[in-house]
């Protein structure tokens, strides 16, 4: 049986290392937050999200789905965005009128949402499972639910408690708590995110520990500002590239530092490491290459920044630098499963990395590293793995070819399109095999 390939070949072009511009795509993360209060107040979209052809496919996602909320669809699908599916499910469980069926596609269905529906359900909400039970897809019923003290199982995902927090106050009756202490939070700075953006609003939650109190809501919410501010997450790529030495400099128009997004916490840090120096322009953030790179293993805890592992991980591989990565083990429930991943696609360059149970690790020795220019590089339906690892094998092997190359558009429809202002040559062609 036949089955088509879009792959695409890449090759770094020295001859113009510096002085270069790389956009970025829009925060996902402040994005999706800030769509949803908006929503939450029944505004129309459709001005806010005007050039989605440039949105990330994600963003793109939600829109629609909130969308054919409101034009009464009683069909609803994410698409492959596991942030939509968290963030339409606690929204439909608060606000719809109807029973809807809410699903996605690809891997969605075999992303767990379990501990979102059952603190739904503690809520009150109607949500049943139409497949194999604690994943999507879901029908949704419309429910009566009133605040109540809940407890919530936050380990695999910070998005389950962000749902729960943006739909506070549409729910009835005072004394909703959610307490997520007996599990623990993964990815603490996106939860943090959550909680600013809703201050923006006028939305208040008190927090002890890892226990979040509805407080109050001292304003309407009137910003529908959601573009500014350019993605601190995709920035990884542009701090691999000048890590790697792809251009001694990149300028990042409209990212913000300081900025609301946690990964904006240690990118910078971590890359000094690398040689690469942060510094403020007027519009945005610069990077720099100083040559000045650590030898030392690379150490992290990466429970707070789980979607910079494949970034380390690419550029670790790259400069030979050994690593151990730890509170890593939710990656396994991402669009791919990113451990094995990692795993799989760094053997082909000669990186043995060893996996176990919450870490990732490399020696930094390379093993048989084949210099064969038409290595494939399988991205896993992921985007990450597509974005993170591909400049990696160029530098390694001087040129690689990317299978379904299009899986950028979930977070960054144009990363491509930027690689070829940096001065690498691209072709495309559909292999079949």
């Not at 999507?136 to 998005?159: K, M, V």
């Not at 953006?197 to 500002?225: F, N």
Request: net charge negative; proline share 5%; glycine share 6%.
């Amino acid at each position: 049986m036949s089955k088509n390939y879009l792959q695409l070949f890449l090759q770094h072009n020295r001859t113009e290392p510096t002085g270069h511009i790389l956009h970025l795509p829009i925060s996902k993360s402040l994005m999706a937050r800030r769509l949803l209060l908006v929503s939450l107040r029944g505004v129309n979209l459709g001005p806010i999200c005007t050039d989605r052809a440039r949105l990330p496919e994600d963003i793109r996602s939600l829109v629609q789905a909130l969308e054919v909320s409101h034009q009464g669809g009683s069909v609803i699908s994410v698409g492959e965005s596991g942030t939509a599916m968290r963030f339409m499910a606690a929204y439909l469980a608060a606000k719809t009128s109807r029973t809807v069926r809410l699903e996605g596609t690809a891997r969605q269905h075999e992303r767990p949402i379990a501990p979102l529906v059952e603190a739904l359900r503690q809520l009150g909400a109607k949500l049943e499972y139409l497949g194999q039970p604690g994943y999507p897809p879901l029908s949704i019923e419309p429910a009566q639910i009133r605040g109540e003290a809940i407890e919530l199982d936050a380990s695999a995902s910070s998005q389950y408690l962000s749902a729960l927090l943006l739909i506070g106050a549409c729910i009835e009756g005072g004394g909703y708590k959610i307490d997520v202490s007996r599990s623990g939070l993964a990815s603490a700075p996106y939860a943090q995110m959550t909680l600013e953006v809703l201050r923006e609003q006028g939305v208040y939650w008190h927090q002890t520990g890892q226990i979040y109190e509805y407080s109050t809501r001292t304003k309407e919410i009137t910003s529908t500002t959601t573009l500014e501010e350019a993605d601190w997450t995709a920035a990884s790529y542009a701090y691999e590239l000048v890590a790697i030495g792809a251009v001694e400099s990149l300028q990042l128009p409209q990212l913000k530092l300081p900025s609301l997004q946690g990964d904006s916490l240690y990118l910078p840090h971590i890359f000094e490491s690398f040689g690469v120096m942060t510094e403020p322009y007027e519009s945005g953030i610069q990077l720099s290459l100083t040559h000045a790179r650590a030898d030392s293993m690379l150490t992290l805890d990466c429970s707070s920044c789980p979607d910079l592992v494949p970034t380390f991980v690419a550029t670790s591989v790259a400069l030979g630098r050994s690593f151990s990565l730890d509170g890593v083990a939710h990656l396994r429930i991402k669009e791919s499963d990113r451990l094995e991943a990692l795993r799989t696609e760094c053997a082909k360059v000669g990186a043995d990395l060893q996996l176990y149970p919450s870490r990732i690790a490399w020696d930094g020795k390379y093993t048989s590293r084949h210099n064969d220019t038409a290595t494939v590089l399988c991205t896993h339906s992921d985007h990450r793995m597509a974005m993170a690892l591909a400049p990696a094998f160029v530098h390694l092997l001087g040129a690689v070819q990317v299978e379904a190359p299009e899986v950028v558009a979930k977070s960054f429809p144009h990363f491509w399109d930027e690689l070829s202002q940096l001065g690498w040559v691209r072709s495309q062609s559909l292999l079949r095999c």
